[in-house]
């Protein structure tokens, strides 16, 4: 599976958009994006994935670069519950064997 | 939702005892995975499942064990605990590619 680059922190107004960007220059065509959240040490929380086109759900919208090599995670109006390590993996066929890396820690300040 | 449950939440145990860290899942997935994860570190994969009676290693060698007689239970056994074994353990199940469900974790300390 392909490995993924995140900075490692970023800030984000209460209210504001929180974009968190994520590289995958060496996806290959089969593997999805996936973003977790993880809240205080608990299990990590499924957010969102994509394999090429924009996804959205209740909880964020996810932009995919035409090549596939970087894409997005949006929230669009951050809370100070958004607070958490958001990770960005790229899976092949196995959900689980996948490396989830140092992440972004996100904080959204009042 | 609570679909996956780890218990106990946290186990503070001595030196040598052996430890069973209990992960079960209500969802029917085949896969199962188990990571271990430092305070403010990356998580670990150490062991997965596919099935029933199938376990394998994962990426970080660990000296626990597994074992899958159910499709909706997975648990970790420690032989013996040591305080390099303190950290928290996460238990995790998927179906297919569909995203990972992951449990709260187990957070254990070895004095």
């Known amino acids: 599976d392909a490995k993924t680059t995140q900075p490692t922190s970023m800030d984000c107004a209460e209210g504001r958009a929180a974009n968190l960007p994520c590289n995958h220059s060496t996806i290959s065509g089969n593997e999805y994006v996936y973003w977790y959240r993880q809240i205080h040490s608990q299990g990590p929380q499924y957010i969102i994935h994509?394999?090429?086109n924009n996804e959205t759900n209740e909880m964020a919208s996810l932009i995919i670069t035409e090549d596939r090599k970087s894409s997005t995670l949006i929230l669009p109006h951050a809370t100070l519950r958004d607070t958490a390590v958001y990770y960005c993996i790229v899976i092949g066929t196995n959900a689980g064997k996948s490396t989830f890396g140092d992440g972004t820690t996100l904080t959204v300040k009042p | 939702e609570a679909d996956i449950y780890q218990t106990p939440r946290y186990l503070v145990i001595g030196t040598g005892k052996k430890i069973t860290l209990e992960c079960s899942q209500t969802?029917?997935?085949?896969?199962m995975y188990w990571y271990q994860q430092d305070p403010g570190m990356e998580l670990h994969l150490i062991h997965y499942?596919?099935?029933?009676?199938?376990?394998e290693k994962g990426d970080l060698s660990s000296e626990s064990t597994v074992s899958r007689i159910r499709t909706e239970h997975f648990p970790l056994t420690l032989e013996s605990a040591r305080p390099s074994h303190t950290s928290q353990y996460l238990c995790?199940?998927?179906?297919?590619?569909?995203?990972?469900?992951f449990g709260n974790g187990t957070r254990l300390t070895v004095t």
């Open positions: 969802m029917g997935h085949d896969k």
């Open positions: 995790a199940s998927s179906v297919r590619q569909s995203p990972l469900h």
């Open positions: 994509g394999l090429k």
């Open positions: 499942s596919y099935g029933v009676n199938s376990t």
